[in-house]
């Protein structure tokens, strides 16, 4: 089992890492704190994991996700504080292998890990089977209003959220400052939102940001 490891909190990494070298048969081939190295990583090294911190600067775990593919040899396992069901629906939607709550107890890890080396998916006890229930039976839950958005228009909002500049926007996209303000108009019109602290506050209810960032 060769994993690799994102998580910009380098104490945490080097505790995540310390557990994973005690399952057996597992590995860690690589780490970083940054998400879009982290794809570059997992191209270079074709791990069988990874486990990547949900809320992150630049690429977090859902993005990673997403541009892997679910075709990708490599699963993701995000790991995540948070269990509410905006984190869960857009985790799945992504399509995570796995969804591990921070705080679960340390031999939860290896069960994970095996479980998704298995081909499941795994999903901490602690969230909420409802929430689960509720997201295969309806797609996403509770109608949220980030289904009216475009997936640029969705990372144009994180990152916003994350408290971006307009011109750091445009840089990490590769999309000119005009480009990146269209899409900020756009979104804001879809959303009915026309301030930024409104648009920060939708984005940690929906799970798009998390509120430590």
């Not at 995540?80 to 984190?87: D, I, K, L, T, V």
């Not at 229930?133 to 509770?142: L, Q």
């Not at 959220?161 to 979104?187: C, F």
């Not at 959303?191 to 409104?198: F, K, M, N, S």
């Amino acid at each position: 089992m060769r994993v690799l490891l994102a998580d910009d909190h380098t104490l945490v990494r080097a505790g995540i890492r310390a557990l994973v070298e005690t399952i057996a048969g597992a590995t860690v081939v690589a780490e970083t704190g940054d998400g879009r190295e982290a794809l570059e990583l997992v191209e270079r090294h074709r791990p069988d994991i990874a486990l990547i911190d949900i809320t992150r600067p630049g690429l977090n775990g859902l993005e990673v996700a997403q541009r892997l593919g679910r075709a990708h040899p490599t699963r993701v396992v995000v790991l995540s504080m948070h269990a509410n069901e905006g984190y869960v629906a857009q985790a799945l939607k992504a399509g995570v292998s796995g969804y591990l709550l921070k705080d679960a107890a340390a031999a939860e890890l290896g069960v994970a890990l095996a479980a998704v080396m298995r081909g499941d998916t795994y999903l901490s006890p602690a969230i909420s089977r409802q929430v689960v229930e509720r997201f295969w039976r309806g797609g996403e839950p509770a109608a949220s209003p980030l289904s009216v958005l475009t997936d640029r228009q969705r990372e144009i909002l994180r990152m916003i959220a994350e408290g971006r500049s307009t011109k750091e926007i445009a840089s990490d996209l590769s999309l000119s400052v005009k480009t990146v303000e269209t899409h900020r108009a756009q979104l804001m019109e879809r959303l009915g939102i026309r301030d930024v602290p409104g648009l920060v506050r939708l984005a940690i209810r929906e799970g798009l940001v998390s509120p430590e960032r």
